[in-house]
């Protein structure tokens, strides 16, 4: 029986991994961040499902400082609906198409339209280093690009799920050096399989290959990362923490210009524990602060970046008695489907607007931003944020 705490086996993970997984030349490399000065947009989704009820309600300030201390720097959208199906996959999906969709919810389908990136790369003919989905929520292997033939996969972002690289990368070492003195290589991995599923969405934390994936050097660099954070000072204790440090990686060593960057720890809702709810949604609101503040001091984004930070759904009201309240997300009352918006950064005017939007307006809004071309997509541009933008 293991008695190490969360933070500690995750630490002597790394330990374990560090030396098999990389080599010297690579863990030697000197910090060279990208010059870009190109307009840049992150866009973060509070996943699993956020009501306005613990976070811009009155009552609900308390759980959101990070967001309520950013609130007046940005504009805020007080209205902003999920009119699609209130799951994980689908509303994400809609996020970056413009479009509503309609496919399997677990990731084994990809979104039936082409995405934000698609059109992005596509239209600039940026690498995949300039797109990236950075997810908590495992059965996001496929938001990277949509099923369209003339689009998809060469033309999608690349897709890191940072406790799946996590995994694949102690799965590497103790199945494969049994030399290394692991005493119990089976139970190391069901350990830290239990570790890692925290999440409700159905799909166990498994060595599989899908969605597009990273050539061995983005793997490497990403994973050398990985290593360094979980035995410093602040090693992560949650999923959502293992992704703001992957996504803070990602944008020093690399600088993409579209990031999203789905945060996903609240969905422990569903297992009935409000208290747990409440810290994983004060959680996120502080990875979402710090993701800003790293925003306005590197340089590649500083004064360059227009930030997007919405819930992907709301969750059940409490007055529903057909519904079981914050455990879910499937009534389709107003809690379930309004939920709001705050943009910031770059050409953002301050202020606060009840005009309703949708969540499929943010793609039309990023890629007006980023300055390509959409075609028929059911989303409309922002015109607040875009009046603004130079």
């Known amino acids: 029986?293991?008695?190490?705490?969360?933070?500690?086996?995750?630490?002597?993970?790394?330990?374990?991994?560090?030396?098999?997984?990389l080599p010297d030349w690579l863990r030697a490399r000197p910090f060279s961040p990208p010059r870009d000065s190109g307009r840049k947009v992150i866009i973060v989704t509070f996943g699993g499902g956020v009501r306005y009820s613990e976070t811009f309600s009155h009552e609900g300030l308390k759980n959101i400082p990070q967001l309520a201390k950013m609130r007046p720097e940005a504009l805020f959208f007080t209205s902003c609906a999920n009119a699609g199906v209130l799951s994980h996959f689908n509303s994400t999906a809609s996020i970056i198409t413009g479009n509503w969709q309609r496919v399997d919810d677990f990731g084994?389908?990809?979104?039936?339209?082409?995405?934000?990136?698609?059109?992005?790369?596509?239209?600039?003919?940026?690498?995949?280093?300039?797109?990236?989905?950075?997810?908590?929520?495992?059965?996001?292997?496929?938001?990277?690009?949509?099923?369209e033939r003339e689009?998809?996969?060469?033309?999608?972002?690349?897709?890191?799920?940072?406790?799946?690289?996590?995994?694949?990368?102690?799965?590497?070492?103790?199945?494969?050096?049994?030399?290394?003195?692991?005493?119990?290589?089976?139970?190391?991995?069901?350990?830290?399989?239990?570790?890692?599923?925290?999440?409700?969405?159905?799909?166990?934390?498994t060595i599989f290959k899908a969605g597009r994936q990273l050539d061995h050097h983005l793997?490497?660099?990403?994973?050398?990362?990985?290593?360094?954070?979980?035995?410093?000072?602040?090693?992560?204790?949650?999923?959502?923490?293992?992704?703001?440090?992957?996504t803070r990686e990602v944008m020093r060593e690399f600088g993409p210009r579209l990031i999203l960057v789905n945060f996903w720890d609240m969905d422990v809702a569903h297992w009935g524990s409000y208290s747990l709810y409440l810290q994983a949604i004060t959680r996120t609101d502080r990875l979402t602060g710090m993701l800003w503040e790293e925003i306005r001091s590197n340089p590649n984004y500083k004064d360059k970046t227009t930030?997007?930070?919405?819930?992907?759904?709301?969750?059940?009201?409490?007055?529903?008695?057909?519904?079981?309240?914050?455990?879910?997300?499937?009534?389709?009352?107003?809690?379930?489907?309004?939920?709001?918006?705050?943009?910031?950064?770059?050409?953002?005017?301050r202020g606060e607007t009840d005009r309703p939007i949708q969540h499929i307006d943010v793609a039309a809004t990023a890629a007006a931003l980023l300055g390509v071309k959409t075609g028929a997509i059911s989303g409309k541009p922002i015109r607040e944020i875009l009046k603004q933008a130079p």
């Open 1 to 21: 029986m293991f008695t190490h705490s969360k933070r500690r086996f995750v630490q002597l993970a790394g330990l374990t991994i560090a030396n098999r997984i």
């Open 108 to 147: 084994f389908q990809p979104p039936a339209s082409p995405t934000l990136f698609e059109y992005y790369r596509k239209q600039t003919g940026v690498g995949p280093l300039d797109a990236w989905v950075i997810a908590t929520n495992k059965s996001f292997s496929t938001m990277g690009a949509g099923s």
């Open 151 to 205: 689009w998809g996969s060469p033309f999608g972002a690349n897709v890191v799920l940072p406790k799946q690289l996590l995994l694949e990368a102690v799965d590497d070492v103790v199945k494969k050096t049994p030399q290394h003195g692991v005493a119990n290589r089976d139970n190391v991995l069901r350990q830290l399989e239990a570790i890692l599923n925290e999440g409700y969405e159905g799909v166990g934390w």
């Open 219 to 246: 793997r490497n660099t990403l994973t050398r990362g990985l290593i360094e954070f979980i035995n410093g000072p602040e090693a992560p204790t949650s999923g959502d923490e293992l992704t703001f440090f992957i």
């Open 307 to 349: 930030l997007l930070v919405l819930p992907e759904l709301g969750r059940d009201g409490d007055l529903n008695t057909s519904s079981n309240g914050f455990l879910n997300h499937r009534s389709g009352d107003p809690s379930c489907r309004n939920v709001w918006l705050l943009a910031l950064g770059a050409g953002i005017t």
